[in-house]
């Protein structure tokens, strides 16, 4: 595998991406979860 700066950040943006969307989800289901 050959090591790119670009895809270094791209990788890096993903993660903390899918960490952010996975928050929300955790947020959002414990919320309904409180609220039912």
Do not use: N
């Amino acid at each position: 595998m050959t090591t790119q700066p670009i895809k270094k950040t791209m990788s890096t943006r993903t993660q903390m991406l899918l960490a952010g969307g996975l928050t929300i989800t955790l947020g959002f289901s414990v919320t309904i979860g409180v609220l039912s």
